[in-house]
């Protein structure tokens, strides 16, 4: 406001008239023709300027310009519009060296103050490095970039609720696909572009009053993806090593990788999809599924930089896109699943999140929905491309997808281990149990298919599972249907089912040295480690130590055995004997080598003369273990004797001399010599004598057949319900009562002693009776047998119903009829009154 004219003479207050309407019209009128009219902020930022720009900025008087803006903060939005408009006149005519010491000069005046008034000089500022990026040469690109990414280090203040970084996002991300002529200029702008994305990150995305930094991910991760994968094809083709050293600092794809992961280290809860969604739309787009490395290279560089609490949601985003490309060619499921396999292994305990069974049933219906492919030969009843090709594509997805489900499984504890193996059994589907698979019929292809891979992801998963307690661990729903697949006349399926058995039952690595079936003198070589066994150990094997038995026994009988199956055998016999065998089971197992060896010697099987030699082999083995195991020395001697025999008489009894390339095999084995088999009485008397059940040695193993058997018998569920009912009728309560109280007298307890092992021999003949009777009666009758026996228990059940309802006898309880006769009322059960005792 202009002075009083009594104060001022009258040209002085022209002057100052002046110089206040120059200092608001900036760049107009006549504010070049008198210097000293100038204002002073003007003035000082014209001096930073020399005749020279070659010279570079004047220090001496930007010192004075800075000292300046900090002593008058008001005058700072002045100082850089003033720049701004500067900087612009340079630009139009190409003075260079003038909007270098421009910027230089923001820079430091950026750098120097941080007062309130610095938003509005911001403004100014951004509008300046708009006008540099918006300039086609790279020069001005490159010093535009870097004035910006400085800005972006700076912590200001106060926050701005107006600013917006659109045009910047779009700009650096254009500069990251540079396809500048010159290989050096095109580096340079592309890093530029980087750099620039990065600052834009800093600047914007921890301050929740910016503009949403997370809605431009659809240009900012392409752009650095676009520029990681150029620099793989760079260094496929990389110069020499000292070149490289060289230049390594400032490889573009060292850059970008740091801005990736910086940016994916910001990343909220919220705003993994947002960081996650445009990684799998690139990989989509450019077909970089089917390669595999870069893909897989990427989404390590997502799991090892996100916070670790938020890997379960890649996890989770990749099965979403398996899912969305589930009729995609094999070569991009399969890269997706490799993808997951690998993101799996490094999230470990957090990857599969609070979704277990979601995420294995995921992979198990892409396993299905692989093996309907590899059997139709089309997607959608469409068939593209050739058959063979497509198969042998399905088969690597498939095997990628069990290798992925065993990684994660090797995530999970035990117990929720324990519920994935529950979840993959209840998806096997089981000929004569599940309703779509009649149990008389050959089982499909496609569904023998399925029982295989499910199989084998059960292998994965029960890969080194340890457990305390195996009741637990393997309950009845999953060990039933598991020996089932024993049963089956299929030699993978049942050599798988052996090796799940193997891996639940090895809690101590023992299983590696039972490998290879042989005969070991000296077993101390092994080095085997052997606990006590638990009250836990004793309860599984007292409930499931006959079933474990009697499939060893029936997997023996099958035609089709191969060596391998006879050396999973032997790994599961001696697994057993290490690991949970006590006395009791000690000899239940010696028993059952004892009947393998009848087996062998059985001409009515139908097994061929090697699977004989070969169980006779399997005996030889595991009775040459457990005779060392059990330490009793007149059991060795026998068992060495017996080997040493076989080997000079008949070495193809021997797994050293059978399980060969080309064995040598007898022409018969209808004539055995007695002194090559091992002999049940002489080992039930040297066991006796060291504290062992002789009674129980004695009593040759005979398997008892249940309802199980259907699966390789191929038995009508008729047959096996009606064979149920004729057990279970024999011990009914109802037979028991029938049947008169003997009267119990010296000749009868002298008969039942003289004539135990005849009435052993006649029960037998009978079960065997009753057993043949069901296999070969008609439906009728075994339909009119199992309704009578239904009404028959209906009737008891009606008896036992009507007595709980009827109070005890009582005063109370009686209702007198006349003529001396009495009648108890029937009081139904919830009236009942009950003493506190019996309450709880």
């Known amino acids: 406001m202009p002075l009083p004219a009594t104060d001022v003479p009258a040209t002085q207050r022209l002057a100052l008239d002046c110089r206040t309407l120059l200092d608001h019209r900036v760049g107009k009128g006549v504010c070049g023709c008198c210097g000293a009219l100038r204002p002073r902020y003007k003035r000082l930022v014209d001096n930073i300027f020399p005749e020279d720009p070659e010279d570079g900025l004047v220090k001496a008087n930007m010192e004075k310009l800075t000292f300046y803006a900090l002593s008058a903060p008001e005058k700072l939005d002045r100082i850089g519009a003033y720049l701004s408009e500067r900087l612009s006149r340079d630009v139009a005519r190409h003075r260079y060296g003038y909007v270098c010491i421009a910027m230089e000069?923001?820079?430091?005046?950026?750098?120097?103050?941080?007062?309130?008034?610095?938003?509005?000089?911001?403004?100014?500022?951004?509008?300046?490095?708009?006008?540099?990026?918006?300039?086609?040469?790279?020069?001005?690109?490159?010093?535009?970039?870097?004035?910006?990414?400085?800005?972006?280090?700076?912590?200001?203040?106060?926050?701005?609720?107006?600013?917006?970084?659109d045009f910047f996002v779009s700009r650096f991300s254009e500069m990251c696909h540079s396809n500048f002529e010159d290989p050096d200029i095109r580096t340079k702008i592309r890093m530029a572009g980087i750099n620039g994305l990065q600052g834009v990150v800093r600047k914007t995305v921890n301050d929740e009053l910016q503009a949403n930094i997370w809605e431009h991910m659809d240009k900012i991760v392409p752009s650095l993806l676009f520029n990681l994968q150029s620099g793989e094809r760079t260094e496929s083709r990389s110069p020499s090593p000292l070149q490289a050293s060289e230049k390594e600092k400032e490889s573009p794809v060292e850059l970008t990788e740091r801005c990736f992961r910086e940016l994916l280290g910001r990343a909220a809860y919220g705003n993994i999809k947002n960081a996650v969604s445009p990684v799998l739309m690139h990989m989509d787009n450019h077909s970089l599924w089917e390669g595999k490395i870069f893909a897989v290279r990427c989404f390590k560089i997502i799991m090892y930089s996100i916070q670790s609490q938020h890997s379960h949601l890649v996890i989770q985003q990749l099965l979403g896109h398996l899912d969305a490309n589930s009729k995609n060619s094999a070569k991009v499921r399969a890269g997706i699943v490799e993808v997951l396999l690998e993101a799996a292994a490094i999230a470990a305990s957090g990857s599969v999140g609070p979704t277990v069974l979601e995420v294995f049933n995921t992979l198990l219906r892409q396993l299905r929905l692989s093996v309907d492919y590899e059997l139709t030969g089309s997607y959608d009843g469409t068939n593209i491309g050739t058959q063979i090709i497509k198969a042998h594509e399905e088969r690597q997805l498939q095997e990628a997808v069990i290798r992925t489900i065993g990684s994660f499984a090797n995530t999970?504890?035990?117990?929720?281990?324990?519920?994935?193996?529950?979840?993959?059994?209840?998806?096997?589907?089981?000929?004569?149990?599940?309703?779509?698979?009649?149990?008389?019929?050959?089982?499909?292809?496609?569904?023998?298919?399925?029982?295989?891979?499910?199989?084998?992801?059960?292998?994965?998963?029960?890969?080194?599972?340890?457990?305390?307690?195996?009741?637990?661990?393997?309950?009845?729903?999953?060990?039933?249907?598991?020996?089932?697949?024993?049963?089956?006349?299929?030699?993978?399926?049942?050599?798988?089912?052996?090796?799940?058995?193997?891996?639940?039952?090895?809690?101590?690595?023992?299983?590696?040295?039972?490998?290879?079936?042989?005969?070991?003198?000296?077993?101390?070589?092994?080095?085997?480690?052997?606990?006590k066994c638990s009250r836990q150990d004793n309860l599984f094997m007292k409930k499931h130590g006959q079933h474990l038995c009697r499939h060893i026994y029936l997997s023996c009988k099958e035609q089709s055995s191969s060596q391998q199956h006879y050396e999973t055998l032997?790994?599961?016999?001696?697994?057993?004997?290490?690991?949970?065998?006590?006395?009791?089971?000690?000899?239940?197992?010696?028993?059952?080598?004892?009947?393998?060896?009848?087996?062998?010697?059985?001409?009515?099987?139908?097994?061929?003369?090697?699977?004989?030699?070969?169980?006779?082999?399997?005996?030889?083995?595991?009775?040459?273990?457990?005779?060392?195991?059990?330490?009793?020395?007149?059991?060795?001697?026998?068992?060495?004797?017996?080997?040493?025999?076989?080997?000079?008489?008949?070495?193809?009894?021997?797994?050293?001399?059978?399980?060969?390339?080309?064995p040598t095999l007898p022409p018969s084995l209808e004539r055995v010599e007695s002194g090559v088999l091992f002999l049940q009485s002489k080992i039930a008397e040297v066991l006796g004598g060291s504290g062992y059940n002789t009674d129980r040695l004695a009593t040759p193993y005979v398997p008892q057949y249940t309802d199980e058997d259907r699966l390789s018998k191929r038995k009508s569920i008729g047959e096996t319900i009606s064979l149920q009912v004729e057990v279970e009728s024999r011990n009914s309560p109802e037979k028991e009562e029938r049947t008169p109280a003997e009267e119990i007298t010296f000749e009868t307890l002298k008969s039942a002693i003289v004539d135990s092992a005849g009435m052993e021999e006649q029960e037998r003949e009978r079960r065997r009776q009753v057993v043949e009777k069901f296999q070969k009666a008609p439906f009728e009758e075994i339909a009119a047998h199992c309704g009578a026996r239904a009404t028959m228990l209906q009737s008891k059940l009606n008896q036992i119903f009507e007595i709980t309802i009827r109070p005890p006898p009582s005063p109370s309880g009686t209702i007198s009829l006349g003529y001396g006769q009495s009648q108890s009322r029937s009081v139904p059960i919830y009236e009942m009154k009950f003493p506190d005792l019996c309450v709880y």
Request: hydrophobic share 45%.
């Open 570 to 662: 032997y790994s599961l016999l001696g697994l057993l004997s290490v690991e949970l065998a006590n006395e009791e089971v000690a000899v239940d197992l010696i028993r059952l080598a004892l009947a393998l060896q009848d087996l062998a010697l059985c001409t009515d099987e139908g097994l061929t003369i090697y699977n004989r030699c070969a169980v006779h082999a399997l005996s030889a083995a595991y009775l040459n273990l457990i005779c060392q195991l059990t330490t009793v020395p007149a059991f060795c001697q026998h068992i060495h004797e017996v080997i040493e025999v076989r080997q000079k008489e008949s070495p193809y009894f021997l797994p050293e001399g059978i399980f060969l390339e080309c």
């Open 412 to 531: 999970l504890p035990t117990y929720q281990r324990s519920e994935v193996m529950l979840f993959i059994m209840g998806k096997i589907p089981v000929p004569g149990v599940n309703l779509t698979l009649p149990p008389n019929e050959l089982v499909p292809e496609g569904t023998q298919m399925i029982q295989i891979m499910l199989l084998k992801s059960l292998v994965q998963v029960t890969m080194g599972f340890q457990t305390t307690n195996m009741l637990t661990a393997l309950p009845d729903t999953f060990l039933d249907p598991l020996l089932s697949f024993s049963l089956i006349n299929h030699p993978e399926i049942r050599l798988l089912v052996l090796q799940i058995l193997l891996s639940l039952i090895d809690r101590h690595d023992n299983r590696p040295k039972f490998a290879t079936i042989c005969i070991i003198s000296d077993i101390s070589v092994l080095k085997l480690k052997v606990d």
């Open 105 to 165: 000069a923001l820079d430091q005046l950026l750098m120097a103050c941080h007062c309130q008034s610095i938003n509005l000089f911001v403004e100014s500022f951004l509008k300046m490095v708009r006008k540099l990026l918006e300039s086609d040469k790279p020069n001005l690109q490159i010093l535009g970039t870097n004035s910006f990414v400085k800005f972006a280090n700076i912590e200001e203040d106060t926050p701005s609720y107006h600013r917006s970084y």
